[in-house]
């Protein structure tokens, strides 16, 4: 790992203006240290060549430096860090990368972002990636994702996973929903019913502009105190 970290922080260096090298030749810093710290480097450049090498540690045995690099990978904007993200967020054969990569494009600068978690929402074996891949629609998605959450949500069998779809579903349409995954497994289902047929009526009507106030009687529903972020319309 020592030769990879020098590597990288060569290569960072070459890609950064006016970088030199450290003083005492990095002989200060055990090799983990050396790796995240190129990895924050290589970040900073944002370019291609940079990317590639970010990437590259995500395949690093240490699971801390392959986190950071996956995070690194997101706050990155040039197409090889794009690529290199939509590919640990829908084929990583690790489900924690996975889950890491999927919230990473949510919070970075991907502009395929949105259309990568769907993706992901769809096809993804593991109930966290799932649940995190709503957790993220609901900040770059739209109120075209409700529907295909609530489709999966009625069929989603990990409590975790459910709750999380709900409250992505509740982000969207700004409306709190009472699930309560402790109750009854009747209890449950009525509730799941009734949010999969209110959320999707209100989504239409916001964006044909005809907003309706929840009705408790309907779902037994809360306002919530933000307006929905998908009210700016469809992507």
Same mark, same amino acid.
């Given at each position: 790992?020592?030769?990879?970290?020098?590597?990288?922080? @060569?290569?960072?260096c070459l890609a950064l203006s006016?970088? /030199?090298?450290? %003083?005492?030749?990095? +002989?200060?810093? !055990?090799?983990?240290? %050396?790796? *995240?710290? =190129?990895?924050?480097? =290589?970040?900073?450049? !944002?370019?291609?060549?940079?990317?590639?090498?970010?990437?590259?540690?995500? %395949?690093?045995? !240490?699971?801390?430096?392959?986190?950071?690099?996956?995070?690194? #990978?997101?706050?990155? +904007?040039?197409?090889?860090?794009?690529?290199?993200?939509?590919?640990?967020?829908?084929?990583?054969? &690790?489900?924690?990368?996975?889950? #890491?990569?999927?919230?990473? #494009?949510?919070?970075?600068?991907?502009?395929?972002?949105? $259309? *990568?978690? &769907?993706?992901?929402?769809?096809?993804?074996?593991?109930?966290?990636?799932?649940? $995190?891949?709503?957790?993220?629609? =609901?900040?770059?998605? /739209?109120?075209?994702?409700?529907?295909? #959450?609530?489709?999966?949500?009625?069929?989603?069998?990990?409590?975790?996973?459910? &709750?999380?779809?709900? =409250?992505?579903?509740?982000?969207?349409?700004?409306?709190?929903?009472?699930?309560?995954?402790?109750?009854?497994?009747?209890?449950?289902?009525?509730?799941?019913?009734? *949010?999969?047929?209110?959320? @999707? &009526?209100?989504?239409?009507?916001?964006?044909?502009?005809?907003?309706?106030?929840? /009705?408790?009687? !309907?779902?037994? +529903?809360?306002?919530? @105190? +933000?307006p929905p972020p998908g %009210?700016?319309?469809?992507?």
């Open positions: 790992m020592w030769t990879h970290a020098i590597c990288l922080m @060569s290569l960072t006016g970088c /030199s090298e450290p %003083q005492d030749g990095g +002989s200060s810093m !055990d090799p983990a240290r %050396q790796q *995240v710290r =190129a990895i924050h480097e =290589a970040a900073a450049a !944002d370019n291609d060549r940079a990317a590639q090498q970010v990437a590259k540690a995500v %395949q690093d045995n !240490d699971p801390a430096t392959a986190r950071e690099a996956v995070a690194a #990978l997101g706050r990155m +904007s040039t197409p090889a860090a794009v690529e290199a993200l939509d590919r640990i967020a829908t084929s990583e054969p &690790r489900a924690e990368m996975r889950q #890491l990569g999927v919230a990473a #494009l949510a919070g970075g600068k991907n502009p395929r972002a949105a $259309e *990568v978690l &769907r993706q992901v929402l769809r096809s993804d074996s593991s109930p966290a990636v799932r649940g $995190e891949a709503a957790a993220g629609l =609901a900040r770059v998605g /739209s109120l075209d994702d409700v529907d295909p #959450l609530v489709s999966l949500m009625t069929t989603e069998t990990d409590p975790l996973a459910i &709750r999380r779809e709900i =409250a992505a579903i509740e982000r969207l349409v700004g409306v709190k929903f009472c699930y309560d995954p402790a109750a009854p497994p009747e209890e449950q289902r009525r509730v799941l019913e009734a *949010v999969r047929t209110f959320a @999707s &009526r209100l989504a239409h009507d916001i964006k044909t502009g005809q907003p309706r106030g929840p /009705s408790c009687a !309907d779902t037994r +529903s809360q306002p919530s @105190s +933000s %009210q700016k319309g469809g992507k």
